[in-house]
């Protein structure tokens, strides 16, 4: 099973993007999705993430800007970013965790924020 990543591209600042991540099959035993972001030369960090109980945590710097959603019959998490600044200028990466430990990643997808 795998995760794909879409909806990335260019938009300019105060913008808005929306991603989406979908498994290419069930995924059994998910207790949360979550998208992180990646820039060049850094560690991956936590954007935002959600519970399969529909808990949502955010990254400090992008409360209020963007939202998680996800549905947990299909394995499909979104993430809907308004008021984009060009700091938020990264590859997102969307990940799967389940009960027993395996996460599963997308592939990563490219936003950038530039006008």
């Known amino acids: 099973v795998q995760l794909q990543a879409s909806g990335g591209g260019l938009v300019q600042p105060g913008g808005s993007l929306r991603l989406s991540c979908a498994a290419s099959g069930r995924i059994l035993g998910v207790n949360g999705m979550g998208w992180y972001r990646q820039y060049p030369g850094k560690e991956r960090e936590l954007v935002a993430i959600?519970?399969?109980?529909?808990?949502?945590n955010y990254l400090d710097s992008v409360k209020g800007r963007f939202t998680i959603s996800s549905d947990n019959t299909k394995n499909t998490v979104y993430l809907r970013m308004d008021s984009l600044k060009p700091e938020d200028t990264a590859v997102y990466y969307c990940?799967?965790?389940?009960?027993?430990?395996?996460?599963?990643w997308g592939q990563g997808t490219l936003v950038t924020v530039s006008s």
């Open positions: 990940k799967a965790s389940t009960v027993w430990g395996h996460d599963y």
């Open positions: 959600i519970t399969s109980g529909g808990r949502t």
